[in-house]
Nanobody, 124 residues
Framework: QGQLVESGGGLVQAGGSLRLSCVAS????????MGWFRQAPGKEREFVAA????????DYAEPVKGRFTLARDNAKDTVYLQMNSLQPDDTAVYYC?????????????????WGQGTQVTVSS
């Protein structure tokens, strides 16, 4: 059973930055598309970004384009989400997910494994 563990969340002022990390274990990390989703209170979980197995292809949700950058280190079984110019609307629990798919996926149901989430709070 694959496991994903997120870290790096916290409280930051608007305009600040955070870097989230997600370490995978007990999965063949290189075979998986890795994605990030987020869920704010009272809202549905939404897609944030995804990266393919090689790291050469990425996809971002429109609200985060130009501010967030997703990268992966297959040697460390880790994916990183660099978040810049954070705004209060970015406040949410951020979840890392893994999908054994050939293409980038932006639908939560396509993902096989999920982390427990890490809280990101952006104050105004």
């Amino acid at each position: 059973q694959g496991q994903l563990v997120e870290s790096g969340g916290g409280l930051v002022q608007a305009g600040g930055s955070l870097r989230l990390s997600c370490v995978a274990s007990e999965v063949a990390f290189r075979l998986y598309v890795m994605g990030w989703f987020r869920q704010a209170p009272g809202k549905e979980r939404e897609f944030v970004a995804a990266i393919n197995w090689s790291g050469h292809n990425t996809d971002y949700a429109e609200p985060v384009k130009g501010r967030f950058t997703l990268a992966r280190d297959n040697a460390k079984d880790t994916v990183y989400l660099q978040m810049n110019s954070l705004q209060p609307d970015d406040t949410a629990v951020y979840y890392c997910a893994a999908a054994r798919k050939p293409n980038l996926e932006d639908v939560a149901q396509e993902y096989d494994y999920w982390g427990q989430g890490t809280q990101v709070t952006v104050s105004s």
